[in-house]
C-alpha cells in the first residue's frame, strides 16, 4: 500500500496532523492560544492534567497502541495474505 495517487492527501495530513495537535495540547492545562495574534489568552480543556505528566503519558501510550493495530489491521494483516 503506497500513497494515495491524487496529490491531496499530503496537505490533508499535513493539515489533520495540526489539528490534532492542537487538540491535544488543548487538554492539558496549558491549553493553546486559540485565537492568537489576537488574544493570548489560552484555551484549555484540562482532561490530561499537567504536560508530562503520569494522565498524560497514559493517554499517549494508549493513542500509540490505537495506533499501532489500526496501522496493522490496515496494512500488516492484508499484506500477509496477498
Known amino acids: ?11 490533508l495530513a499535513v493539515g489533520l496532523g495540526c ?3 492542537d487538540a491535544a495540547d488543548a487538554v492539558t492545562t496549558e491549553g493553546i492560544p486559540l ?9 484549555s480543556f484540562p482532561v490530561v492534567g499537567n ?3 503520569s494522565r498524560e503519558r ?3 501510550a ?3 497502541l490505537v495506533t ?4 496493522a489491521h490496515l496494512v500488516v494483516v492484508p499484506a500477509l495474505f496477498r
Open 1 to 11: 500500500m503506497g500513497a494515495p495517487q491524487t496529490e491531496i492527501w499530503l496537505p
Open 19 to 21: 489539528l490534532l495537535h
Open 51 to 53: 504536560t508530562g505528566g
Open 58 to 60: 497514559l493517554v499517549a
Open 62 to 64: 494508549l493513542a500509540g
Open 35 to 43: 485565537m492568537w495574534p489576537l488574544s493570548k489568552e489560552n484555551v
Open 68 to 71: 499501532v493495530v489500526y496501522y
